[in-house]
């Protein structure tokens, strides 16, 4: 008998040990890295005339990518300069292919993609070219989630109130996520969560709103573009993070783009100048990403 109790319990200290290590193995997750880009704005630089200079940004940005092969791409908007020139639009989208397809490549429409006041003919115009405004999806246990800012900074009742729903539908799935993070164009706000409305931010009104939605839902970081600089921001747990453009820089920031590391309990960020990148990216724990 006492042989058979002991034979039970090495049989029960196994599985219990499986178990343990299973549960932890399920709290370690393999850091990982994407890209968020903004505003290439094809033709900004000639007002309209060209974009050969946002051409040769953008394929240096591209060649980087395809080296670095990150888990993907988000691109926060501000793709052309003028929603209306089908040349701009062709020369995004001709670019854009040339990413590894291997590597998913997600879109949020900037104002000069659908203009400042949206209509129903820019916004279906948006649609038609590039197939969606929002989108959302799980990645190693994340959700991301990038939607349509233009609709908030300009206020137009009824497809905001639709996008609202939608993001809190979305939002409201995320219970299980290791992380919450959002994508769109407008930060919400720069330096300040106080600080007053410009054509750079979106209202107080809406930031308390939204901001709201995003602590219950346990936001982790918003992803921003717009400012053609780079501003770092806070307000209660959610980082506002605004990032430079790879087109044509209005700050001290170069042309460049953002790499963005996840780990299981963080997420970490840094903004580099196209003739700054990075040969390899190092995590804290000296792991190179190898692929």
Sequence with gaps: MKKVNKILIVILFIILESGFLNAQNKKIEKPFFFIQMTDPQFGMFENNKGFAKETALFEKAI?????????????????????????????FKRLTAMIN?????????????????????????????????KFSFK????????FNSSLIKANLPEPEKKQYQWLKKKLGKSKKAVHVVLFCHYPFFIKSFEEAETYSNISIEK????????????????FSGHLHNNA????????????????????????????????????????????DVPEKIIFNNCYPVKK
């Design 232 to 275: 770092i921001a806070k307000y209660n747990s959610v980082k506002m993070v605004t990032t430079s453009a790879v087109g044509k820089p209005l700050g001290n920031a170069p042309s460049g783009f953002r790499i963005v590391k996840v780990y299981n309990d963080n997420i970490e960020s840094d903004y580099y100048g196209l003739d």
């Design 101 to 133: 397809s291997k590597i998913p490549v997600y879109y949020t429409p900037g104002n000069h993609d659908v203009g400042n006041d949206p209509t129903k003919q820019s916004q279906d115009a948006y649609i038609t070219n590039f197939k969606y405004d």
């Design 63 to 91: 060649v980087e990518i395809n080296r670095l092969k990150p888990d993907f791409v988000v691109i926060t908007g501000d793709l052309v300069n003028n929603w209306k020139d089908a040349s701009q639009i062709a020369e």
């Design 139 to 146: 990645h190693k246990g994340s959700l991301f989630i990038g």
């Design 207 to 222: 930031r308390k709103k939204y901001f709201e939605l995003f602590k219950k839902n346990n936001v982790k970081v918003v």
